[in-house]
C-alpha cells in the first residue's frame, strides 16, 4: 500500500514539473503571431482592443513641450508607431536570445527624433507633481544594471488566456536586491490633448506585438 501511494505521489510529482516552467526559465514573450518575440528584431506594440483601444506607440514632446520626449498612443487604431527593440538583463551581441515573461528589460525606439539629441530608451520620469503622475519618457540607457539604472527597466507579464496579450509592468527584480523602489503597472494618462503612458495602479494598458519584417531582417 506504501509503495503504491509513493508511486502516486511521484507520478503527480513529476506531472507537475513537465506543466510548469522550471525555476528561472519563465515562459517565453510571444507575439501575435504566436513567435517567440527575438531581442534582436523590431516589434510594433499596439492595444489588442481592436479600434477603441487606439493604436500603436509613439514620441511626443513631453507636458512641458520639451525634451526629453514622452512615451504615447496613437488615438487612432490604423496607426501602428514606432516599432522597437526590447534588451534583457542578458542581452548582448553575443548573446541575443529570447524574451521572456517577468524578465526586465529595456525598451527602446528604433526612430531616432532630431529635436531631441538623446536615447530613445524607456525610463519612469521624475514624478510630475503638477499632474500627480509619474509618466514614461526617453533619456534612458540600455544595460548596466543596478541600482542607477532601475528606472530604465520594465518587465511585459501575460494576462488572461488565449491571445497573446500583455501588460507592461515597471517593477525592477532582476537588475538590483534594492528595496522601496516603485512598482506598478504602466497605463493611459489623457494630459495635454495626447494618451501618455504613465504608471498606474488601476488599468493597465492592454497590449499584443507585431514584428517589423523590414527592420528584423
Same mark, same amino acid.
Given at each position: 500500500m506504501k509503495s503504491s501511494l509513493l508511486a502516486l505521489s511521484l507520478s503527480f510529482l513529476f506531472f507537475a514539473l513537465l506543466t510548469k516552467p522550471l525555476s528561472g526559465h519563465p515562459n517565453p514573450l510571444l507575439d501575435l503571431d504566436g513567435d517567440k518575440v527575438e531581442a534582436w528584431s523590431a516589434y510594433y506594440t499596439t492595444s489588442i482592443i481592436i479600434e477603441a483601444g487606439g493604436g500603436g506607440? &509613439? /514620441? !511626443? @514632446?513631453?507636458?512641458?513641450? +520639451?525634451? @526629453? /520626449?514622452?512615451? &504615447?498612443? $496613437? !488615438? +487612432? =487604431?490604423l496607426l501602428r508607431g514606432y516599432p522597437m527593440f526590447f534588451f534583457p538583463t542578458n542581452y548582448s551581441s553575443e548573446n541575443r536570445g529570447y524574451v521572456h515573461e517577468s524578465m526586465d528589460v529595456n525598451i527602446q525606439f528604433s526612430t531616432n527624433i532630431p529635436i531631441c539629441n538623446e536615447p530613445m530608451v524607456w525610463k519612469v520620469d521624475n514624478c510630475d507633481e503638477k499632474r500627480g503622475a509619474w509618466f514614461i519618457t526617453t533619456n534612458g540607457v540600455v544595460g548596466n544594471p543596478g541600482p542607477q539604472t532601475l528606472p530604465n527597466w520594465f518587465k511585459f507579464v501575460k494576462i488572461g488566456v488565449g491571445i497573446n496579450a =500583455?501588460?507592461?509592468? $515597471?517593477c525592477p527584480s532582476d537588475v538590483s536586491e534594492s528595496t522601496g523602489h516603485l512598482c506598478n503597472d504602466v497605463g493611459i494618462n489623457y494630459v495635454e490633448n495626447a494618451w501618455r503612458l504613465a504608471l498606474t495602479s488601476t488599468q493597465p494598458f492592454r497590449l499584443g506585438s507585431v514584428k517589423d519584417e523590414v527592420l528584423s531582417s
Open positions: 506607440l &509613439t /514620441l !511626443s @514632446p513631453n507636458r512641458n513641450g +520639451s525634451c @526629453p /520626449l514622452d512615451v &504615447t498612443q $496613437h !488615438s +487612432s =487604431y =500583455y501588460k507592461i509592468v $515597471h
